[in-house]
């Protein structure tokens, strides 16, 4: 079953012999724009005391973590990430302390200053 959300249809038919559905699901974080907000050991969307709880602590012995999914699969350094972010601050601080940062290159070639205009 499809998600209430989706919108259904395309504007214009498609061209060609093949095609492909995708189906993305996600785990909501946080209301869009705020400020990520981790404070305990569940995410935010599973009711305490709830027999979802318990399913989710047999699913996740380690408990609830973010991935860090861009670092892991890019080889992004913490200057990329702070790029990625928009984080002056860390930009600057990392510059200072691990200039050697600045040529850093993840998988893809980029350096931070790449990132840092993407974004």
Excluded: C, Q
């Excluded at 038919?13 to 050991?41: C, Q, S, Y």
């Excluded at 599973?46 to 999914?69: F, M, Q």
């Amino acid at each position: 079953d499809e998600s209430h959300s989706i919108i259904h249809g395309r504007p214009f038919p498609l061209k060609g012999r093949f095609m492909a559905n995708v189906f993305v699901h996600f785990e909501p974080i946080g209301p869009v724009g705020e400020e990520i907000a981790l404070d305990g050991d569940l995410p935010r969307y599973i009711i305490r005391g709830s027999e979802e709880e318990k399913n989710w602590k047999r699913a996740n012995p380690d408990g609830y973590k973010l991935h860090d999914a861009a670092r892991r699969h890019t080889g992004s350094s913490d200057l990329h990430i702070a790029a990625m972010k928009a984080d002056h601050a860390e930009v600057e601080r990392l510059l200072k302390e691990k200039v050697h940062l600045v040529n850093t290159r993840d998988v893809n070639g980029w350096m931070a200053l790449h990132v840092s205009t993407e974004f």
